[in-house]
């Protein structure tokens, strides 16, 4: 684009003075562009238990190779994750639903460097798992995913002010600030902190960890947190946790989906747990400039897959 700028230039400093100076302005704005970056989110990510097991046997690729084409042009792939990364034995592995166990749950070292081969640069870890094998686990949870590039919001350790993850995409601020129902400090503090970020001229996207698990309408609490966010300056707000896909709702020209449901887990009792929503979201400096939704469904191989 560089080289036609210049020719344009060209052309008018030969014919300046035969042309109209208006037109200089025009071909000047014709050729900026506007700033666009894409980011993909997704639900809740567990790679413990069975999905431990296909890794195991079929490598990380495996589990990803059906949704790869689906994440591929994004600039960035944000999830939630669902418990930590350290050099523990699983407890998990090979247990029953109804053991103890079955619920506790730490994924191998790997899983860092796979996240980030597969676009999978920024994660929430504010939610109710993440402290499964306790700080120890925390601990390293952060610094597995700091050696394999993998960013993080939600940390339960920090300050409010340094849960956030802010990044510069193609020259737009954006923050990204966690609201957990099991390690957030207040409403208060939350609500500050992102008109905070939003006063400094960030697009603030609020990925929360809250409601009722498998229950497909959010409670009037929810919506209540998800309203306030979107009044102290949120640009979408969207939520995990439910393992089911919760109701999408525009509020004052905002996005909140409370629930994205599952993105990778081992869950197939009911249809509703075996189905989850990603979000093509493109944001322009104003903010979500579009949403896009694509239904995935989680195979019995733990595969997960686009539906269409």
């Known amino acids: 684009m560089e080289w036609f700028s210049g020719l344009i230039a060209g052309i008018f400093g030969l014919f300046g003075g035969l042309l109209p ?3 200089l302005i025009y071909f000047s704005e014709l050729f900026v562009e506007t700033p666009r970056a894409e980011i993909i989110f997704g639900g809740d990510m567990m790679f413990d238990r069975t999905v431990r097991s296909a890794i195991e046997k079929k490598g990380g690729e495996f589990i990803f190779s059906c949704i790869d084409p689906t994440l591929a042009p994004a600039d960035l792939v944000v999830a939630n994750l669902e418990g930590p990364i350290t050099d523990k ?33 920024l994660v929430n870890i504010g939610n109710n798992h993440i402290m499964n094998f306790a700080r120890a686990g925390l601990l390293q949870t952060k610094k597995n995913l700091e050696a394999a590039g993998v960013g993080y919001f939600g940390d339960p350790d920090a300050t409010e002010s340094e849960k956030v993850a802010r990044l510069t995409m193609h020259g737009m601020p954006l923050s990204f600030v966690n609201w957990s129902d099991w ?32 229950a497909t309408t959010s409670p009037a609490r929810v919506h209540e947190l998800a309203h306030q966010f979107v009044n102290a300056g949120a640009s ?35 249809d509703a747990v075996r189905t989850g929503l990603l979000l093509d979201v493109i944001f322009g400096p104003g903010g979500v ?12 191989d733990r595969r997960t897959c686009p539906t269409h």
Request: negative net charge; aromatic residues 12%.
């Open 236 to 270: 979408i707000v969207i939520g995990s946790h439910p393992h089911v896909v919760e109701e999408h709702e525009v509020y004052k020209g905002k996005h909140i989906y409370y629930s994205l449901g599952n993105f990778f887990f081992d869950q197939y009792w009911m």
């Open 89 to 121: 034995d699983s407890i998990s592995q090979d247990s029953l639903p109804g053991d103890g166990n079955n619920y506790t749950f730490t994924f191998p070292p790997s899983t860092a460097a796979l996240l980030a081969a597969h676009g999978i640069k």
């Open 21 to 23: 100076t208006h037109n």
């Open 183 to 214: 390690t957030s400090d207040t409403t208060d503090h939350t609500v500050g902190q992102l008109a905070q970020e939003a006063a400094h001229g960030r697009i603030v996207i609020v990925y929360t960890h809250w409601g009722v698990e498998y």
């Open 289 to 300: 400039e579009s949403v896009r939704e694509i239904p995935v469904e989680l195979g019995r």
